[in-house]
């Protein structure tokens, strides 16, 4: 890294009623990252609406917050974790002249980013009108109502529109987190505070937020074994009846149950496997393209760059560039569709 080198500023707003799970996911997962000198590559503080002191939790204890609002104006990025009392957002859609004046405060340009309920802050400071967004399936109707010129997609994990991104409630907080920090730094970096924080790697966000069997009941037949053997066969093609055939189903039992313990389909499935193991090679060696694209089973380096390209939006070798300087070694892909 360059002299004079300062790490990205993560901002996160506690707003009374908080939840203390969602306001430690920030700091959780940005206070991991690294880079090869040893040096934080984001610094995460707190900041209220008021002067320092207490703010108030869902639980039966508050928290002393050490910065007031004008830290908003030293973000890069800002993140809005839920809260259970936001009185006038959440009854008619309107901003406290008191919250309004500390949002204000926020620099164009601002990356802006919401867990949970988070998001009708965003909303009711006109952050979100024309740009999709989500939060709780259990939240999503009343925030159409609220906000109908928001595109409210409550189907989702996460929805990523460039400047903001707004996710669903609790784990999803998590899979945003770790999405940011795969976007600004690579899969490398994200996969091993992943690791460290002992969860899934990667969640993709068209994921669906609320699967009707996430455990499979233990008397039913489950296809994590199809899971796992295709996961060692990434570089194989890979038949729909051969993951069938690994569970004894049918290929029509397989597929319904396949998409109730993952959240997507079979194909989906691999294809994002797939994709990460490709983020992996780029990232972690020397291979050629067409070598990356084998070992992944694109089979080509023209297919494989026409599926990062539709999940990335670069191509590998812009990929590789971005990300290849100081990667390390990072677990292989794993199966984490079933999450929590």
């Known amino acids: 890294?360059?002299?004079?080198?300062?790490?990205h500023r993560v901002v996160v707003l506690a707003l009374d009623?908080?939840?203390?799970?969602?306001?430690?996911?920030?700091?959780?997962?940005?206070?991991?990252?690294?880079?090869?000198r040893g040096r934080h590559l984001y610094e995460v503080i707190t900041c209220s609406v008021r002067p320092p002191g207490p703010v108030e939790t869902d639980a039966d204890f508050a928290i002393h917050v050490a910065h007031g609002p004008e830290a908003l104006a030293t973000a890069d990025t800002v993140i809005v974790p839920a809260s259970y009392e936001l009185g006038p957002v959440f009854e008619r859609g309107e901003l406290t002249d008191e919250l309004a004046a500390a949002l204000a405060r926020i620099r164009p340009g601002t990356r802006l980013a919401s867990i949970c309920t988070g998001v009708y802050v965003l909303a009711a400071a006109g952050y979100l009108d024309g740009r999709p967004a989500t939060t709780h399936w259990a939240d999503a109707e009343r925030l159409q109502r609220l906000f109908p010129r928001v595109e409210v997609d409550p189907n989702v994990l996460f929805v990523d529109d460039g400047s903001i991104l707004t996710s669903a409630g609790v784990a999803a907080g998590i899979d945003l987190c770790l999405h940011m920090v795969r976007r600004d730094h690579g899969a490398v970096v994200a996969n091993e505070v992943a690791r460290r924080t002992v969860v899934p790697p990667h969640r993709d966000g068209g994921q669906a937020q609320y699967?009707?069997?996430?455990?499979?009941d233990p008397q039913q037949a489950s296809t994590s074994g199809a899971r796992a053997w295709a996961l060692d066969r990434l570089h194989e093609p890979i038949q729909l009846r051969d993951l069938a055939a690994r569970e004894s189903m049918s290929v029509r039992t397989f597929t319904r149950r396949f998409r109730?313990?993952?959240?997507?389909?079979?194909?989906q499935w691999l294809t994002q496997q797939r994709v990460e193991r490709v983020r992996h090679l780029l990232e972690s060696t020397e291979l050629s393209v067409d070598q990356v694209a084998r070992d992944a089973g694109f089979g080509t380096a023209q297919s494989m760059?026409?599926?990062?390209?539709?999940?990335?939006?670069?191509?590998?070798?812009?990929?590789?560039?971005?990300?290849?300087?100081?990667?390390?070694?990072?677990?292989?892909?794993?199966?984490?569709?079933?999450?929590?």
């Open 1 to 7: 890294m360059a002299p004079g080198f300062r790490p």
């Open 17 to 36: 009623g908080l939840l203390p799970f969602e306001l430690g996911i920030p700091h959780r997962i940005f206070g991991r990252p690294k880079d090869e």
């Open 211 to 216: 699967i009707r069997r996430p455990v499979p």
């Open 260 to 267: 109730e313990e993952s959240g997507v389909s079979p194909g």
């Open 305 to 340: 760059r026409q599926h990062l390209q539709a999940a990335l939006g670069v191509t590998p070798t812009a990929y590789r560039r971005t990300f290849r300087a100081g990667a390390a070694d990072c677990p292989q892909p794993v199966d984490n569709s079933a999450a929590p």
